[in-house]
Every structure is written in C-alpha cells, then in structure tokens.
C-alpha cells in the first residue's frame, strides 16, 4: 500500500507543478485546492511511513524538502482563490515553479542516491 501511496504522491506533484508551469491554476481553481490538499496528505502518510530507518541526513533534507513543498502549496492555495493581481500571480508562480523544482530535486536524489 505504500508503493501505491507514493506513486500517487509522485503523480500528483507532477500534476501540480505542470499546472504551475502552464500558469493553469486561476483557471482550474477546484482541481488545483484538491491536487495540492492530496499533495499534503500523501507526502504526510509518507513521511510517516518513511522515517524509521532512515539514511544520515535524511531527516534535515526531508525538512527542507517539507518547507519547499509547504510553500507550492500555499502559492497554488493563493493563487486558486484569485483576488490577486497578474504581476502578484506572475511573482508568486515564478517563485513556487524555483521551489518546486528544488523540491523534486531534494526528492529525486533521496529516493534514488542516498539509499
């Protein structure tokens, strides 16, 4: 079950982070909230299953990872609300794409280098 919780974590912050890049989140309000709230729950439940037994320095990347992912989700929970202007939406989507992209990283070497 745990494999499967990944895959669907994995699937959904693609899903996001291409709905960032795209700059569809204003558009698609409703699937954005849902996509960034399963975001949450997911790497939770992960988090939580992942952390026994786990590689040194794992826990002080994972964190910064969490941070970084906090801050997408908040931008995309803004910006799905849309009471922003377009240069506020244009500065925070510019800033969530730099976070989302260190997060895939942080997450890409930990589950495939650091074991």
């Known amino acids: 079950m745990t494999t499967g919780i990944l895959h669907l974590h994995l699937a959904l912050g693609l899903v996001l982070f291409a709905l960032l890049l795209a700059g569809k989140v ?3 309000r409703a699937v954005s909230a849902v996509t960034a709230l399963l975001v949450l729950a997911t790497g939770l439940f992960n988090f939580m299953t992942q952390m026994k037994g786990a590689p040194a320095g794992w826990h002080a990347g994972i964190g910064i990872k969490l941070l970084l992912g ?3 989700i908040a931008i995309v929970l803004l910006s799905a609300r849309g009471t922003a202007s377009a240069e506020k939406l244009a500065r925070w989507r510019k800033g969530a794409l730099i976070s989302g992209a260190v997060t895939i990283a942080i997450g890409l070497y930990f589950s495939n280098f650091a074991r």
Do not use: A, G
């Open 70 to 72: 906090l801050h997408v």
């Open 26 to 28: 204003p558009r698609l």
